[in-house]
C-alpha cells in the first residue's frame, strides 16, 4: 500500500516519452559523474558510503530521492549542519543528481543478531525491522550509530531538522524511547558493496 506511489511513479517514467535506452544511458553518464564528485565525500562517508567518521551516517544503498532531498536541503539551508552545509552550498541541481545516483546504486545488506521482537514498533513499518527502509523517501537506519540516530530524533523533536512524518512521530518521543530506538539501529550490522 504504502510502496504504490513509488511503483506508480517509476511506472510512469518508464512509460513516458523518453526511450528506454537513453535513460539508462543518462543513469550511466550520471554515475560515473557522481564517482568523481564522490571524491569530495569520502574522508567522511567512503566511496562505497560506508561512514568512516562515527558522527556521519552510511549513505551507500540510500534511496536515491532521500539523498538527493538532503543535499538540497542542507544547500538550501532547511536543514542545517556545520560540515555538510559547507560541503553541499556549491553543488549544483546536476551535481546532487549524480552524486544520488552514485551513492544510491551501491549494495547494502544488514543483519539483525538480536531478538527481532525488540524492534521499535512504532518504526518497524517504514525503517524495516533491520533497518532497510521499506518506504521509498525513508531513509536506511541499518548501523547509523547511535549518536548519530539520537541526533536526529532530537533535531527532529525540537523543529531543528522538519519533516511532515518525523516531526509528529518524534514529537512524542521520550529520551528514553529514542535512546531505545537509536540503540537497535544501531546493533545491526551493515555490510556495502560498492558497485561501478
Ligand atoms: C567532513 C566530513 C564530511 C564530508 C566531506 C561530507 N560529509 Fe556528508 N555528512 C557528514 C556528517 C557529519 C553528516 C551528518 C549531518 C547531521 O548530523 O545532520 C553528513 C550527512 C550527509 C547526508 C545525509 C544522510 C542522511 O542519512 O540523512 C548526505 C546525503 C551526505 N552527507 C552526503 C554527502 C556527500 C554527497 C558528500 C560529498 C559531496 C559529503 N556528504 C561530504 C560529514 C561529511
Ligand atoms: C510512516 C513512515 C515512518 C515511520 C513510521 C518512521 N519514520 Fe523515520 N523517517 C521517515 C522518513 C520519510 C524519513 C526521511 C525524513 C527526511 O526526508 O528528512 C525518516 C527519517 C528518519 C531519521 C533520519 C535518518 C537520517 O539518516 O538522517 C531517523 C533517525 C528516523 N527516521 C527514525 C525513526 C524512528 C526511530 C522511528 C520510530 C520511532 C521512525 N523513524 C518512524 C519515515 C518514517
Not at 3 to 13: D, E, F
Not at 24 to 32: F, G, K, N, Y
Not at 74 to 84: I, L, Q, S, Y
Not at 168 to 183: G, K
Request: aromatic share 4%; charged share 20%.
Amino acid at each position: 500500500m504504502i510502496r504504490l506511489p513509488h511503483i506508480l511513479s517509476c511506472g510512469l517514467v518508464l512509460g513516458g516519452l523518453v526511450p528506454a535506452g537513453d535513460l539508462l544511458a543518462q543513469a550511466t553518464s550520471d554515475r560515473e559523474a557522481g564517482r568523481q564528485l564522490a571524491g569530495q565525500c569520502r574522508t567522511c562517508h567512503g566511496l562505497d558510503g560506508l561512514a568512516q567518521i562515527p558522527i556521519a551516517p552510511h549513505i551507500g544503498g540510500e534511496p536515491e530521492s532521500y539523498i538527493r532531498n538532503q543535499l538540497t536541503a542542507f544547500r538550501d539551508g532547511t536543514r542545517e549542519h556545520e560540515m555538510m552545509s559547507i560541503v553541499a552550498s556549491s553543488l549544483t541541481d546536476e551535481q546532487i543528481a549524480a552524486l544520488a545516483a552514485w551513492y544510491a546504486g551501491h549494495r547494502i545488506t544488514a543483519e539483525v543478531t538480536a531478538d527481532p521482537a525488540d524492534a521499535p514498533d512504532l518504526c518497524v513499518s517504514c525503517h524495516g525491522v533491520d533497518g532497510l527502509h521499506l518506504v521509498e523517501d525513508a531513509p536506511n537506519l541499518a548501523g547509523e550509530t547511535n549518536i548519530y540516530i539520537d541526533t536526529q530524533l532530537k533535531a527532529f523533536r525540537n523543529g531543528k531538522r522538519v519533516h511532515d512524518i518525523m516531526t509528529p512521530i518524534a514529537a512524542d518521543l521520550t529520551d528514553a524511547e529514542i535512546r531505545a530506538a537509536a540503540d537497535w539501529y544501531a546493533g545491526v550490522e551493515v555490510e556495502i558493496e560498492l558497485v561501478e
